[in-house]
């Protein structure tokens, strides 16, 4: 499986590279030329489906099932290979839900879940992590146009994504009446199959959410955008009820010694990690692929090894006895 994963990376990477190759107008480094050519595809309504895209993915769910069940070599290994396709990709995202996932697993492992002790055992890799996380801005961003200092940069990205949220989703509730007869955004999963088998016609909303100036340009609006102006301000507080209630089943059966429950809940704490950003726990379709991912493999685990071994002929006997 590790042999496959690494395979679909470096297709992956080829296709990147084709990607960044097709965007003139960038004059940053090559994660740049392709985040830009990724976001303008999305813009454009061009985004299609194609396999090698969801290698990186892949790896990262590999790397979070193979350390639930087990923090052997092979598991590590799994995460290298996630590490490493989380780097290439330039993607900060995919380094938050492999870097959130792995810390979570190990210290349910080790039963250091209480915050001081927690701190203390993950404090290495979350300095890590704030580095590379920080230093992956000025690759796959394009910042030839900014000015100041390395730390002035850094400084004001972080200010966007912690501030900039809370301030967009503040011109969101202010402005509730403007998004009225939008097209939903948290269902969208079930009502883009709906709309496939003609039960409903549904237009999807964009891939990206629109620019505001706060006075800065975001758009960035946090866990409670789309909820809000899907179902207004009552539902959506009862929905995140919801989600904590589930989010908490889940924690407790990651205790049980499910490997399964493990490896979901890891995942998920990546979503925790978005709420200052954006909705991550409404999306249905990544459940369903970590799913059918810790499904597949399952199956796969459940196939006898002697299926893949040279058998005998019937009536042969064994090597002893032909000689």
Request: hydrophobic residues 50%; charged residues 10%.
């Amino acid at each position: 499986m590790l042999s496959l994963l690494a395979t679909g990376l470096v297709i992956g990477v080829k296709s990147a590279i084709a990607l960044a190759g097709g965007i003139s107008g960038v004059n940053g480094l090559f994660f740049a030329a392709a985040r830009q050519a990724m976001v303008e595809n999305a813009n454009a309504g061009r985004d299609s489906f194609q396999v090698s895209n969801y290698f990186g993915t892949w790896t990262i769910f590999a790397a979070a099932l193979f350390l639930s069940d087990s923090l052997d070599h092979l598991a590590w290994m799994a995460a290298g290979l996630a590490f490493v396709s989380c780097l290439l990709s330039g993607g900060r995202t995919g380094l938050l839900s492999l870097f959130s996932a792995v810390i979570c697993i190990v210290l349910i492992k080790k039963h250091c879940e209480r915050f001081g002790k927690a701190l203390r055992f993950a404090r290495w890799p979350i300095i890590a992590f704030v580095l590379l996380f920080g230093g992956m801005v000025f690759l796959n961003k394009n910042i030839n146009s900014g000015s100041g200092s390395i730390i002035g940069l850094a400084g004001r990205f972080v200010v966007e994504y912690i501030v900039g949220g809370v301030t967009a989703l503040d011109r969101v509730l202010t402005h509730l009446g403007d998004y009225r007869g939008a097209s939903n955004h948290t269902l969208e999963f079930f009502l883009r199959i709906a709309s496939a088998l003609k039960i409903i016609s549904y237009s999807p909303p964009p891939t990206l959410d629109e620019w505001i100036n706060v006075p800065f340009p975001t758009n960035v609006y946090t866990y409670y955008r789309y909820i809000v102006t899907d179902f207004g301000i009552p539902i959506a507080i009862v929905l995140t009820g919801l989600v904590g209630f589930l989010h908490s089943l889940l924690f407790r059966k990651a205790h049980t010694g499910s490997v399964i429950g493990l490896y979901l809940f890891s995942l998920t704490m990546f979503s925790v990690l978005m709420v200052i950003f954006d909705d991550a726990y409404w999306r249905f379709g990544n459940y369903l692929a970590a799913f059918t991912f810790a499904a597949l493999y399952s199956v796969a685990q459940s196939v006898p090894s002697s299926l893949f071994r040279p058998h005998l002929e019937l009536g042969s006997g064994s090597p002893e006895q032909a000689e």
